[in-house]
């Protein structure tokens, strides 16, 4: 038998998979991360049975309405798509079976690292490099606990790390809107560097800080209030680095032709490798976006793309892990296979509950550096079926639908 009391679970509740939750802590509700707090404090234990139209209904009854919605869609969508790799794996195939166009809720803000990877490549590290490698950490745009809370707490400020001494880390954040920066102060109490500039000025920032670590001249004194004599005095830091590395979150670089931001960024990180050693590092992941994305591309050969929801006559939404994500209101009519703790104003044409991997099942999830997937172990075990069940489902009406035809 299997001691659960010495279970460590990995958290789904942000890309870092923080690997050290406890079955006692999550018990006790004793988590350093509010995130992880709001995730295992959800219960699918709510008696939610599978409806149509508002109208409680069997799994059967549900599964044939969800099916024929789907036959009868010229262009269905397949969006939301909040699960693990298992997950996604069903949804790539009920997208090929029923001829539906894929998408993710977090699909901008993805394809804006993804064209820069297409146009360009990039030269990326992981978490345990950082961890082991970094003396100088440049945060660009962002200030990463939003999104990642324990970055700094797994990441830099560990006890010890294999080439550098992680307490002596040089941390420098260059722009971003309300930075939460506490989390960048070194145990000794040494403050982080904070160049400020809005986030809507990064653009031309960061390619001014590009033209520096290539040596070119720079004109003026300041690039959008931010002295040229601060940025080369950053581009030197940088240069000088046995490990620099420059992170991005690319939902933080919420502005026009982000991309061409990315771009300097790892522009910049190939340069500094002519002579020196840096990396990139792109960090936030949330809803399983890394791991759909993954899944897409191998089996399908192409990236997860942007909806134009206009184009769709029905749309299959998926929601496992952000109960309170929801489609676009004008969108109808809607099939969702959510949490059970599903929070809509207007009842969807169906909904079926779904387990959230990680809380009611176990799962698979690749981490936001894309270098490692971590098993998601069932917190909370329930009776809730798994996305993979119910897809299955669905499409076996499809097919026994289209054989009576």
């Given at each position: 038998?299997?001691?659960?009391?010495?279970?460590?679970?990995?958290?789904?509740?942000?890309?870092?998979?923080?690997?050290?939750?406890?079955?006692?802590?999550?018990?006790?509700?004793?988590?350093?991360?509010?995130?992880?707090?709001?995730?295992?404090?959800?219960?699918?234990?709510?008696?939610v049975?599978?409806?149509v139209n508002g109208?409680?209904?069997?799994?059967?009854?549900?599964?044939?309405?969800a099916a024929?919605?789907?036959?009868?869609?010229?262009?269905?969508?397949?969006?939301?798509?909040?699960?693990?790799?298992h997950?996604?794996?069903?949804?790539?195939s009920?997208?090929?079976?029923?001829?539906?166009d894929m998408?993710?809720?977090?699909?901008?803000?993805?394809?804006r690292?993804?064209?820069v990877?297409?146009?360009?490549?990039?030269?990326?590290?992981t978490?345990?490099e950082v961890?082991?490698?970094?003396?100088v950490i440049?945060?660009?745009?962002?200030d990463v606990?939003t999104?990642?809370?324990?970055?700094?707490?797994?990441v830099?400020?560990?006890?010890?790390?294999?080439?550098?001494?992680p307490?002596?880390?040089?941390i420098?954040?260059?722009?971003?809107?309300?930075?939460k920066t506490?989390?960048?102060?070194?145990?000794?109490?040494?403050?982080p560097?904070?160049i400020?500039?809005?986030?809507?000025?990064l653009p031309?920032v960061?390619s001014a800080l590009?033209?520096?670590?290539?040596?070119?001249?720079?004109?003026g004194?300041?690039?959008?209030?931010?002295?040229?004599?601060?940025l080369?005095?950053?581009?030197?830091?940088?240069?000088a680095?046995?490990?620099?590395?420059?992170?991005?979150?690319?939902?933080?670089?919420?502005?026009?032709?982000?991309?061409?931001?990315?771009?300097?960024?790892?522009?910049?990180?190939?340069?500094?490798?002519?002579?020196s050693?840096?990396m990139?590092?792109s960090?936030?992941g949330?809803d399983?976006d890394t791991?759909v994305?993954?899944?897409?591309?191998?089996?399908?050969?192409?990236?997860?793309?942007a909806p134009?929801?206009?184009?769709h006559d029905a749309?299959?939404?998926?929601?496992s892990?952000?109960?309170?994500?929801?489609?676009?209101?004008?969108?109808?009519p809607v099939?969702?296979?959510?949490?059970?703790d599903?929070?809509?104003?207007t009842?969807?044409?169906?909904?079926?509950?779904v387990?959230?991997?990680?809380?009611?099942t176990?799962?698979?999830?690749?981490r936001?550096d894309?270098?490692?997937?971590?098993p998601?172990?069932?917190?909370?075990?329930?009776?809730?079926?798994?996305?993979?069940?119910?897809?299955?489902?669905?499409e076996?009406?499809?097919?026994?639908?289209?054989?009576?035809?």
């Amino acid at each position: 038998m299997v001691n659960t009391e010495q279970t460590m679970h990995a958290c789904p509740a942000c890309g870092l998979l923080c690997d050290d939750i406890s079955a006692d802590t999550i018990a006790k509700q004793q988590f350093s991360c509010g995130k992880a707090a709001k995730f295992y404090a959800r219960s699918s234990s709510l008696n939610v049975q599978p409806q149509v139209n508002g109208q409680a209904v069997s799994l059967a009854q549900a599964v044939k309405a969800a099916a024929e919605l789907l036959q009868q869609a010229q262009s269905p969508l397949i969006a939301g798509s909040s699960t693990d790799v298992h997950g996604a794996r069903a949804l790539v195939s009920l997208a090929n079976q029923s001829g539906a166009d894929m998408t993710h809720l977090n699909a901008d803000s993805t394809l804006r690292n993804m064209k820069v990877l297409q146009h360009r490549g990039w030269q990326t590290t992981t978490l345990t490099e950082v961890r082991n490698r970094a003396d100088v950490i440049l945060m660009i745009g962002t200030d990463v606990v939003t999104h990642n809370a324990r970055f700094f707490e797994r990441v830099v400020w560990v006890d010890e790390a294999m080439f550098t001494e992680p307490s002596a880390r040089q941390i420098i954040y260059l722009g971003g809107d309300k930075l939460k920066t506490q989390a960048g102060v070194s145990p000794d109490g040494r403050a982080p560097q904070v160049i400020a500039c809005a986030s809507e000025h990064l653009p031309e920032v960061v390619s001014a800080l590009r033209a520096l670590v290539m040596n070119k001249p720079v004109a003026g004194e300041s690039i959008a209030g931010v002295p040229v004599s601060t940025l080369a005095a950053l581009a030197e830091t940088l240069k000088a680095a046995k490990y620099a590395t420059l992170v991005w979150v690319s939902k933080d670089l919420h502005f026009e032709h982000a991309e061409l931001t990315i771009e300097n960024i790892t522009e910049t990180v190939v340069a500094l490798n002519q002579k020196s050693r840096a990396m990139g590092l792109s960090l936030g992941g949330s809803d399983g976006d890394t791991s759909v994305n993954y899944a897409h591309t191998w089996l399908n050969g192409v990236i997860i793309d942007a909806p134009n929801w206009q184009d769709h006559d029905a749309v299959v939404w998926v929601n496992s892990f952000s109960p309170e994500a929801m489609p676009p209101a004008e969108v109808s009519p809607v099939i969702m296979l959510g949490a059970a703790d599903s929070k809509f104003i207007t009842p969807p044409a169906v909904f079926i509950p779904v387990a959230t991997p990680g809380l009611d099942t176990g799962g698979q999830q690749f981490r936001v550096d894309g270098s490692v997937t971590l098993p998601l172990t069932a917190a909370k075990p329930s009776d809730v079926p798994t996305l993979s069940k119910v897809v299955a489902l669905i499409e076996q009406a499809i097919a026994n639908e289209g054989k009576q035809a």
